[in-house]
């Protein structure tokens, strides 16, 4: 395809980074108002057209796109009257940009399909500052000759395209991929916290770590505000966090796995939201272990 007309619904941080992208390729977009009205003022500001409902969005796009928070929210913009599927164009394709439950992506794929059109999944990896600048992570499957078609617009949102697999696939490996990123910076976060109560510089226990074997993105990123002060490098909330391990806990059980780790992070991100932080960064964690270690929550 050569500049489809898009479709995109889902504006938060990262859906808005990509839709500015896009208008700067001189994509065709549509939109629709989800939550955040500033962020759908600055792209229509730039050229995007704005409708009042996801079957309208459907009806303008070769390709309708979402970036929702939860399969939920998915789910809730692709049925019904007003939803994505009741306006789906004969052979329009949808992706979804989000992290899924896999059994959802599957149904909806059935569902787009008896419609008329392709679901993909293709969820992301990397940080809203990547999105603005076409350098994300894109875990793609589903049709192999649909995704060929598409391509050439993943390509220009992502340094690192992938085609995984059957529809599901991208959604499966992005839950592995969150299960151990939010394990990992769980148990940094505890051990800078443990740091603190030893009498020990964060700062020293980075330097001491971070030069062997267990040096990592995810490590730098907790690093960032534990000794730097600066949590914005990975721009991404407790609550989300303990959304997706509780997708992947949910998927393991669906798939008659057995998890012994899950369970543990996923309380460890419960008990922070519980305690007041699920609005703040995964890098500030290092902030609940230090409130919990010196007896500030619940």
Do not use: W
């Amino acid at each position: 395809m050569s500049r489809p007309a898009l479709g995109f619904i889902g504006l938060g941080q990262m859906g808005v980074a990509m839709c500015h992208r896009l208008l700067d390729l001189g994509y065709p977009l549509t939109v629709v108002a989800n939550r955040s009205r500033a962020n759908i003022d600055a792209v229509v500001e730039r050229g995007a057209s704005e409708v009042a409902t996801a079957r309208e969005v459907a009806a303008a796009s070769d390709i309708t796109m979402l970036c929702m928070d939860t399969s939920a929210s998915v789910e809730s913009r692709m049925r019904g009257p007003d939803g994505v599927i009741a306006g789906l164009r004969e052979g329009a394709v949808v992706i979804d940009f989000g992290t899924s439950l896999p059994g959802s992506t599957q149904a909806l794929g059935d569902e787009v399909a008896a419609a008329g059109g392709t679901y993909l999944d293709a969820p992301l990896g990397r940080t809203p500052t990547h999105g603005r600048k076409g350098e994300l992570n894109i875990m793609g499957s589903g049709d192999p000759d649909t995704f060929a078609k598409v391509r050439p617009v993943l390509d220009d949102l992502g340094e690192n395209v992938f085609h995984l697999g059957p529809l599901g696939t991208g959604h499966t490996i992005k839950l592995i991929n969150n299960f151990f990123a939010m394990t990992t910076a769980s148990a940094m976060s505890e051990a800078f916290a443990s740091a603190d109560k030893a009498g020990i510089p964060r700062a020293t226990l980075y330097k001491v770590m971070s030069a062997g074997p267990l040096h990592s993105g995810m490590m730098d990123f907790i690093k960032a505000n534990a000794v730097d002060g600066d949590p914005n490098q990975l721009i991404f909330s407790i609550r989300n966090a303990l959304k997706d391990v509780g997708y992947y806990a949910q998927m393991t059980e669906d798939a008659g796995a057995t998890s012994l780790i899950s369970p543990a992070t996923r309380a460890t991100l419960q008990r922070a939201v519980d305690d007041g932080f699920g609005d703040n960064l995964v890098p500030e964690l290092v902030g609940f272990f230090a409130a919990l270690n010196s007896g500030r929550t619940g």
